[in-house]
Each structure stands twice: as structure tokens, then as C-alpha cells.
């Protein structure tokens, strides 16, 4: 294995980290003073427009892309690393077009979409003049077996009718936010459980969604938005169908894959961040007649942060370097492994960052509150903890099976 950047990766890795150094860390003040003059949590702050042709004119732009013909074909190992440095402001991702949930909805219709469904919806994606939301999680089923999910698409003619509820359904708030990718039940007695989903896509501003409220996390209610949304007798044409009846659950789990990936890096990518922030700290601050960096459990804190994070970003160079080489299937110990330790360490790392602040780390003028919180909930997005350590347990269990007598 040879995680070793290429002379591509290098270039863009620099190119990225001085864009970072110009335009995004002096602008995290400005881009949350425009969300709050504006009123409205979910603002498209116009900060976030003026870099975008800025990353655009720089070939700073859908990064994320592994098919050439919509990106720059970056493998997931080479992309990696990028992720890793947008995700150390949380906005800044969409400044590249790389943010979730766009990045995996791009890939899936690039993917699996007609020629039709491609020029309307994958083009204005592409050109970041739209933003996209992916409803499958549910509140009345334990959405981690995505195989209970209970939204029913149910075809009558020509048209594909809707009708269930979803929830933590990131982005569905924006204004920008234009078209939904739906996961349902298009054939609920199927005996293959893993067939009797489908995904369609439904332009938000079809009559019978609702979005019924935004969720705070962890008390912010911000720019994710994540909504709680209301499908009565939703009603799309069948064209509007993500491939073909009953492979909704392969079309998620080929969409989650480098999802997973991208979660990990950025969250990597914060608590590097993070760590930073607590080195500087501490040497700026004076307690007990010495700076903080001095005292022996601070150092050790500092120390043990770094260890986990190079531990955290091997393991997913790893996961990115195998489901490059060998495919999505080979690596699915190591996608489950850092879907676990990424989270943990992220948490970890920003938890001691804000100890180290003292009351300061609690409040919005540091950023380490709303990282904690967002990181937070990575131990649950894309399937929680427990189910990933359960897979994991399976996957070794089948390797060390001992022979039947």
C-alpha cells in the first residue's frame, strides 16, 4: 500500500490550503455576521457566493468527482486529503461544491440518471447553482436497517404517488434547495427485503411537500437545516424514477460508500483544526504562574490528540486506497472501522480543545462549540456506531469461522 500523495495531490493540497489561508479563515466572522443580520438560520450568506467564483476561476471546483467527465477524476485516495482541509471550516466545502448532501446525490446521477434527469438536475448541481437534499431517514422506524423505512411510491399510470414523512433531512430548508432525492417503497411485499426499495426525485416545490420544521442540533439551528418533511399524495412523473424499481437500497449503499470517505476526512480535517487551536491556546494563556502548555496534563492532551488523528487518517487513506483498488466490497471492514474512529476521535480532540479555552470554548466566538456538536452527530449519520461495530463484528466472526465437523 502507498499512501504517498502524487505530485497532482500535492499541488492541489497547496492550492486549497493557500485558498483557505486567503479567503476562508479571515471570512468565518463575516460569513456568520451575514447568517445572523439576515434572520433567516438558513441565509445563503453571500460571502459564500463571491468565493465560489473565486474556487471556480482557481479549478478549485467539484474536487469530489472521480468521473472525468464531471470533475477532475480524482481517485477516492487522492481526493482524501482535500477533504481533510475543507473540512476544517464547516462551510467551506460548499465554497468547492464538495459539500454533503450534493457530493453524493452528483454521484448517483451521474451514475444511475437518464440523459433527461442528468441535464436538468445534475448540470445546474454541477455548476453549484442549486443545492439538493437526500430524504431517507424516518422518525417512526429505526432508519439505521434502512429496510424499514415506510414511505410508500406507488404507481398509478404515468405518475409515481408519495406519502410517508422523513426527517433529518439536511439542506431542505435552503432556498437553493431545489430537488429531493427520495427512498420509499415501490414494492413492499418483495421477498428479497433489500428490493422492495426505490429512489425518485421530487423538485421541492411539488404541491403536497411540506417542510414542517427545521431541527435544531444540539440547540443550533443553522445552515444545514435539517427538516422534518410531509409527502401527501406527492405526485412525479414515472421518468422521474433513480434507475429501476427495487434497487434503491444498492443505489444508497454505492451512494454511502465515498460518503463515508468524505465524513471522515473533513472530520479528521476538524479536529486538526481543533488541535490547533488548543496548541495555540495554550501557549498564549497563563494560569498558575505559567502557560498552559507548560502544564503536564495539557501536554499530554496535546499529544494524545495527535496520536489519534494520524492513527484516524491512515485508517481512511487505507479505506480510500482499497476501494480504489480492490472495490466498495474489499474495503468493507475498513469503511466500517472509520466510520467509527473518525467520530470519536473528532469529538475527542475538540472536547479537550474546549477544556483548554475554559468558559470560552462554549460560546460561538471560537467555533469549537458548533464543531463539537456537529461532531456529534457523526455518530449517527450514515448509520450509528452500533451498526457499523456490529457489521465489523460480523465481517471478522466470517473470517475466523471454524470448520464444520
Known amino acids: 500500500m502507498d499512501f504517498t500523495y502524487s505530485e497532482r495531490v500535492n499541488e492541489l493540497r497547496q492550492r486549497l490550503l493557500d485558498f483557505m489561508e486567503r479567503y476562508i479563515y479571515p471570512n468565518q466572522e463575516t460569513y456568520r455576521r451575514q447568517i445572523e443580520a439576515s434572520g433567516n438560520p438558513h441565509h445563503h450568506a453571500e460571502i459564500v457566493d463571491e468565493l465560489k467564483q473565486k474556487a471556480k476561476a482557481e479549478g478549485l471546483w467539484n474536487l469530489f468527482m472521480t468521473d472525468p467527465r464531471y470533475g477532475p477524476g480524482l481517485s477516492n485516495l487522492e481526493y482524501a486529503p482535500l477533504a481533510e482541509i475543507m473540512g476544517r471550516v464547516s462551510w467551506a466545502s460548499e465554497v468547492f461544491n464538495c459539500a454533503a448532501p450534493d457530493t453524493g446525490n452528483m454521484e448517483i446521477l451521474a451514475e444511475f440518471g437518464t440523459p433527461e434527469q442528468k441535464e436538468q438536475w445534475l448540470k445546474p448541481l454541477l455548476e453549484g447553482e442549486i443545492r439538493s437534499a437526500f430524504a431517507m431517514t424516518e422518525p417512526d422506524v429505526a432508519s439505521s436497517d434502512a429496510t424499514n423505512i415506510q414511505l410508500t411510491i406507488e404507481r398509478q399510470g404515468d405518475e409515481y404517488v408519495l406519502n410517508g414523512r422523513k426527517w433529518w433531512i439536511s439542506g431542505a430548508a435552503r432556498p ?92 479528521i480535517g476538524a479536529a486538526q483544526y481543533a488541535l490547533e487551536l488548543m496548541c495555540r491556546r495554550a501557549q498564549a494563556r497563563v494560569a498558575f504562574g505559567k502557560p498552559l502548555a507548560e502544564q503536564g496534563v495539557i501536554q499530554e492532551w496535546i499529544a494524545q490528540s495527535h496520536l489519534e488523528i494520524e492513527q484516524a487518517r491512515l485508517l481512511t487513506l487505507k479505506a480510500a486506497w482499497m476501494m480504489d483498488t480492490l472495490g466498495k466490497k474489499a474495503a468493507q471492514k475498513e469503511i466500517a472501522m472509520i466510520k467509527i474512529v473518525a467520530p470519536t476521535v473528532m469529538t475527542n480532540v475538540v472536547n479537550r480543545a474546549i477544556q483548554v479555552f475554559g468558559a470560552a470554548g462554549l460560546c460561538d466566538d471560537f467555533p469549537l462549540a458548533s464543531m463539537w456538536a456537529h461532531g456529534r452527530t457523526l455518530h449517527i449519520v450514515d448509520g450509528p456506531d452500533e451498526v457499523h461495530k456490529r457489521s465489523l463484528a460480523r465481517l471478522l466472526l466470517r473470517e475466523q469461522r471454524l470448520p464444520q465437523a
Open 176 to 267: 437553493r434547495c431545489k430537488i429531493f432525492i427520495v427512498m420509499g417503497k415501490t414494492d413492499p411485499h418483495h421477498p428479497d427485503r433489500h428490493r422492495q426499495q426505490s429512489m425518485i426525485l421530487v423538485p421541492r416545490d411539488t404541491p403536497g411537500v411540506t417542510i414542517v420544521r427545521s431541527l435544531p442540533v444540539m440547540g443550533y439551528l443553522d445552515n444545514e437545516s435539517h427538516c422534518e418533511v410531509r409527502f401527501e399524495n406527492v405526485r412525479v412523473p414515472a421518468s422521474n424514477l433513480l434507475g429501476e424499481e427495487g434497487s434503491g437500497f444498492a443505489i444508497a449503499q454505492a451512494r454511502l460508500g465515498p460518503g463515508r470517505i468524505h465524513h471522515c476526512m473533513r472530520a
